[in-house]
């Protein structure tokens, strides 16, 4: 595959997206390896416990570990592969008019789409090396601290980023409310997340006290600021929506909540796990179904709300299967792969947990058909985006091409 190359101007930060998409699927297949597979000693599936799992399961169970791994590197591989793409266009589109442009106006928040495709990619190679890298398992205290500094820089990035955002704002003005009539500027929030989730990933699975306190007081730090700013920014976006009305081609942004809440979810169950693995602090299985139930239906409410309005402005039409071209569609492929894992952790440590559901039993595979079928609609709208936006040559980007540049 030979992406477009030299687009300078034409370029958006929001590229990114892609390339967090695929690394978003590849999470995605992880999660059937993850509660399908025996891991006995440890909390994710490695090497070792795939290949004693894969000989002794049916004809079935192998091949969905077969696709599932393969899944795995395709997809890893297209995220490495996007997100150097990215990297480069966005070193040369820093040399534009167009990228001081974007700096002064209420699009600068779209630069936190670098930190969090970078974020991804760490969690990313962290689930490559647990599933195809013999060995590296036993050496997982020694690498948890170089993803504790890795997450650290990252953070710090983001930090950056936005606080020059959010200074210059706050100090010159010039944010147009009234223009910021979409979810975008929830984008920064969902970078925050994704730094807290990894975090939470070391809290939860070292048992160095040091290392795990580190990891948990991050994961709470990057959670609250999502939460806290989250907050805002969904008030401040639903308003400005309701009496400007939504800018169509923005109109995707009202789906970010639900991978936000997916990581944030996940965040806040490894903290959970964290502190009952390592002090004994009891958790309830009932409380963790409650838990994860609210924020499933919290979901599914943005997921309609996003869908009703999406389409009355016909936006799949125009916008994915249509000629009509945004980068800002690239944030489609987020929520399918948000709704795919919250999903697997209500069924298992939710449904499973509590004994209502029995593992791998038909009930269970009933359950995960309507899962399925959001993953594969994913894979396709991510295949379809990325070969109408990437592998194509592109529509010159105007203001309003982008997710956040109207905002």
Request: aromatic share 12%; net charge positive; hydrophobic share 60%.
């Amino acid at each position: 595959m030979r992406p477009v190359s030299n687009l300078r101007e034409r370029y958006s930060p929001l590229y990114f997206l892609a390339a967090l998409g695929a690394g978003g699927l590849a999470v995605s297949f992880f999660m059937y390896l993850m509660w399908m597979t025996p891991h006995d000693g440890s909390p994710i599936p490695t090497f070792a416990s795939l290949a004693a799992a894969f000989p002794a399961a049916s004809l079935p169970m192998q091949a969905l570990i077969a696709v599932s791994v393969a899944a795995i590197a395709v997809f890893a591989a297209l995220h490495v592969w996007l997100l150097v793409w990215n990297i480069r266009e966005y070193n040369a589109f820093k040399r534009t008019p167009a990228y001081a442009t974007l700096r002064a106006g209420n699009g600068e928040s779209q630069l936190m789409a670098y930190p969090l495709a970078l974020a991804m990619a760490v969690n990313v190679g962290f689930i490559v090396g647990a599933v195809f890298v013999p060995g590296l398992w036993s050496v997982r205290e020694i690498l948890f601290p170089m993803a504790l500094l890795a997450f650290g820089a990252i953070g710090v990035f983001a930090f950056r980023i936005y606080l020059d955002f959010l200074g210059r704002v706050l100090t010159e003005g010039g944010y147009d409310c009234a223009k910021s009539n979409s979810l975008g500027q929830m984008l920064s929030v969902f970078a925050f997340a994704m730094v807290g989730v990894g975090f939470s990933a070391t809290a939860a699975m070292s048992h160095v006290p040091a290392v795990l306190a580190i990891g948990f007081v991050g994961a709470t730090f990057f959670t609250v600021a999502a939460v806290v700013l989250g907050l805002v920014k969904l008030v401040l976006g639903f308003r400005s929506m309701m009496e400007n009305r939504a800018a169509g081609e923005t109109t995707p942004t009202l789906w970010i909540v639900v991978p936000l809440v997916t990581v944030i979810g996940i965040a806040l169950y490894r903290m959970k796990m964290a502190l009952a693995h390592n002090f004994g602090v009891e958790v309830a299985a009932g409380e963790v179904f409650a838990l994860l139930s609210t924020l499933f239906a919290i979901q599914i409410l943005f997921g309609l709300i996003g869908w009703a309005v999406m389409k009355r402005v016909g936006y799949f039409g125009r916008w994915v299967v249509g000629p009509e071209k945004s980068p800002g569609s690239f944030a489609l492929v987020c929520p399918g792969v948000g709704l795919f894992v919250m999903g697997n952790f209500l069924i298992n440590p939710g449904l499973v947990g509590i004994g209502l559901v029995e593992p791998l039993s038909l009930g269970y595979a009933m359950l995960y058909l309507p899962l399925v079928a959001v993953q594969l609609a994913t894979v396709w709208l991510f295949v379809k985006l990325t070969g109408k936006l990437i592998l194509a040559a592109p529509t010159p980007a105007r203001g309003a091409d982008a997710l956040t540049a109207a905002e």
